[in-house]
């Protein structure tokens, strides 16, 4: 419904040839991008060209690495070197990359399926590891791009096209399990919080470590609409109000459940070495500088 | 159906050159001007509904892809916060400030 | 030094800087080598969490700009071949070993196979070329490892070093020159902005940007055109899935290798590869020592089939021995390239052991009872 105002409406004018900000950091002419309307994914994206613009960073110096999925198709839409890879292969992909390459800026974009489902095993091993790798979680609680099957992530009683009675097994806690296996930038955001976000997304890019951000997103095609949570921006509307910002909280109290309240903001973020650091440590150690 | 010509129609069709020939519609805000490309918006709401300050709204006209696209309202009323613009999927809208004297 | 070793020290002087593998018996001297000596030429070992992330790793750091290497054996190579999939799809340079050994499954750990050979040329899903190599001692596996660095950048493709568990764990001497050639990567001579990445040359293969050289290119497992971008047009897959295998196809000549052992005037023709042709040497030894005139084939390169040799050497003969350890893989290619023209006789063996020269010599004398 249009919101009828007092005011008469200002007029716009139309200018010709201009260009979004962002755009030097978008193949514009893969744009627009295939998300549905309402998706977090482009908020996702957008978050982090702000970031990269803010920090100024050399974009020949950054290499985004994604997965299969809905959020894998990040790699296609950026200008920078961006690779698309297997189903759950993004991880150690972008872990070979960075070990190859160790001055590039690595960022791993993926979606809660693809990263730890079939991507579970790497992700955990390269948290451990802390490679030096910022790995960014679009969470949107199902598989999308194949129509809405049930995930890791899917909550309790979650309907999806593979638990058409509703899900019964136990959603992972993604911050609780990348902090437990070692990460050391945890955050969590909804695509909400886009500013948060994008601010989190600066710090993870600057703290060497394995850096990780869970990204809550609506997905008003598949998973929103089989649990009747309405559109789009119903979903963006539960998250202002359930989520809580509270940084620093205990990650392992960090889950979150259908109806209740859930914290979001900064988890974890402390220095250990890296596994790059640890190495040539040794080498020095053996071989001398 | 799936001749090469095809497939060029079909490449593009789908790319949009909406960020460089066609315009922006502008409107000059309280700081600066905000610019909207009408088309390129999917009607997801978010910028006209989480708006702090009620500049935006839904308009009533639809855009080229079917969509109720946002159109200001209350130009006084921004106070240049970008929200908008941060939490817009699409890359359709944002902000440029500039000073009254350079109007 | 053991084949599995010589493997490793081929890698290392062919400038490879980049191994990622999980261990596996009997591949493990060569990653346990690989270990040691690529933090003393500056280069990374990583030891991943399954061979779904090595070769995911492998194919990483290669768009890093390294010469990058795995190794494993069946069980391993199984998890492998998706990215292999990924490496030709995307037409990075890698190199890949398969120390074989008992399969199907678990197998025999420890012992010996040749069963992975058509896992090697189909195991990963749609249609694609390869090309494999299977070298016949330590010393060859040196070589072959070195020729594979070079094949994998010549022609931006996956290449499998196919070995078994004997070649792999024998001692031989292994004579490592001076100088050994790094084969380099083919680079863009264009600025970034006229770059189309996947735009191939005269020779099919199209210039590799790596990641941070300033073309920010996409790269994508999905089929795509020049620009790397996705396209979901079924003319554009048939004519990328063309161009890669044509690429390997039409060029086969440079890397088509194999060696003849008495075949000038041989009336039996006795077809092996790696260890299992050490063996079919002996039994045509044997049999020429009962005055049949046989002759050895050994294959070095398996992959693209060598069809014109088979081809050519089948004409002379009245039948054809094939000499491996399995119930029949590289067989069905020699009954495909001679077109069945000539008896031919398997000796075969599921795997365990390495066949003995008596065996290869029954065979000899069986095909020759046969009419043509």
């Known amino acids: 419904m249009p919101v009828v105002k ?230 963006m509307r539960y998250y202002a109000e359930k989520a809580v910002i509270r940084h620093g909280a205990d990650p392992a109290e960090a889950e979150v459940i259908v109806g209740k309240e859930f914290i979001v903001g900064k988890f974890v973020d402390i220095r250990k070495p890296t596994y790059l650091e640890l190495y040539h440590k040794k080498v020095e150690e053996l071989f001398g500088p | 159906m799936n001749t090469k010509k095809g497939a060029e129609d079909r490449v ?92 | 030094m053991n084949g599995d070793e010589a493997i490793a020290e081929g890698a290392i002087a062919a400038g490879c800087t980049f191994f990622a593998a999980y261990p596996i018996t009997p591949q493990s001297e060569l990653a346990e080598r690989m270990a040691r000596r690529l933090p003393q030429v500056g280069g990374v070992f990583i030891q991943m969490e399954d061979e779904l992330g090595a070769m995911a790793a492998v194919v990483g750091a290669a768009w890093g700009g390294a010469k990058a290497m795995t190794a494993t054996s069946g069980p391993g190579f199984s998890l492998m071949v998706e990215n292999i999939g990924l490496a030709v799809m995307t037409e990075t340079p890698c190199v890949v070993a398969n120390v074989q050994r008992g399969a199907p499954s678990t197998g025999l ?41 070079a094949l994998s950048e010549r022609f931006r493709t996956p290449v499998l070093l196919m070995t078994d568990e004997v070649v792999g764990h024998m001692y031989e001497r292994v004579e490592i020159p001076e100088e050994v050639p790094v084969a380099p990567r083919k680079k863009p001579k264009v600025a970034p902005e006229e770059f189309l990445p996947f735009e191939p040359d005269e020779d099919l293969v199209p210039p590799m940007a790596c990641a941070g050289e300033g073309y920010r290119i996409h790269v994508t497992g999905l089929t795509h055109d020049e620009h790397g971008y996705p396209v979901m047009d079924a003319e554009a897959h048939d004519r990328l899935v063309r161009r890669l295998c044509e690429k390997i196809l039409r060029f086969r000549d440079e890397f088509t290798w194999w060696e003849e052992v008495m075949t000038e005037d041989a009336e039996v023709l006795v077809i092996s590869y790696g260890i299992s042709a050490r063996v079919a040497l002996g039994g045509v030894e044997l049999a020429r020592k009962k005055g049949i005139k046989a002759g050895l084939l050994r294959l070095i390169t398996i992959w693209p089939f060598p ?56 065979g000899i004398e069986e095909v020759l009872k046969c009419r043509s």
């Open chain 1, 6 to 235: 007092a005011k008469p409406k200002p007029k716009p004018e139309v200018v010709p040839g201009v260009r979004h900000p962002s755009e030097k950091y978008l193949r514009t002419d893969r744009l627009p991008h295939i998300w549905c309307s309402g998706c977090g994914l482009g908020i996702a994206l957008s978050s982090f060209l702000y970031a990269l613009e803010e920090l100024e960073i050399d974009p020949d110096s950054v290499a985004v690495v994604s997965g299969i999925g809905c959020a894998g198709r990040f790699a296609g839409y950026v200008r920078l070197d961006s690779y698309h890879t297997t189903h759950g292969r993004a991880i150690p992909f972008a872990t070979g990359l960075k070990l190859a390459k160790p001055d590039l800026k690595v960022v791993v974009f993926s979606g809660d399926g693809d990263l730890f489902a079939i991507g579970g095993n790497h992700f955990i091993h390269a948290a451990r590891r802390n490679i030096d790798i910022t790995v960014l979680c679009v969470n949107n609680f199902n598989y999308g791009m194949t129509g809405g099957q049930v995930g890791p992530t899917t909550p309790v009683g979650g309907r999806t096209t593979t638990t058409p009675y509703g899900n019964f097994e136990h959603p992972f806690n993604l911050v609780y399990l990348a902090a437990s296996a070692g990460a050391t930038y945890v955050a969590r955001w909804t695509t909400l919080h886009a500013r948060r976000l994008k601010e989190s997304i600066k710090e993870a890019l600057q703290h060497p470590g394995f850096n990780f951000i869970e990204i809550i997103s609506p997905c008003p095609t598949n998973f929103g609409r089989r649990n009747r949570l309405g559109d789009a921006l119903d979903e």
């Open chain 3, 307 to 362: 069809d014109e040799v088979l081809r050519k050497l089948s004409e002379q003969v009245r039948g054809t021995v094939v000499v491996e350890i399995n119930l029949g893989q590289i067989y069905r290619e020699v009954e495909r390239a001679t077109g069945g023209r000539v008896p031919m006789r398997g000796v075969f063996h599921a795997g365990g052991r390495i066949h003995t020269p008596e065996e290869v010599l029954a």
């Open chain 2, 12 to 103: 593009t069709r789908h790319a949009s050159p909406v960020t460089h020939k066609e315009g922006a519609k502008r409107w000059r805000v309280a700081k600066g001007y905000l610019y909207l490309l009408e088309d390129t918006c999917k009607g997801c709401g978010f910028c006209h509904t989480f708006c702090p300050k009620g500049v935006l709204a839904q308009a009533e006209h639809f855009n080229a892809k079917g969509y109720h696209p946002p159109e200001v309202v209350d130009a006084d009323a921004c106070v240049m916060c970008r929200f908008c613009e941060a939490v817009c999927p699409e890359f359709a809208i944002w902000l440029e400030e500039k000073e009254e004297s350079h109007d």
């Open chain 3, 109 to 149: 750990p420890t012992l010996v196979g040749q069963g992975d050979m058509m896992q090697a040329r189909w195991g990963s899903h749609g249609h694609y070329e390869i090309i494999a190599l299977s070298p016949w001692s330590p010393q060859e596996a040196f070589d072959l490892t070195v020729k594979a660095f």
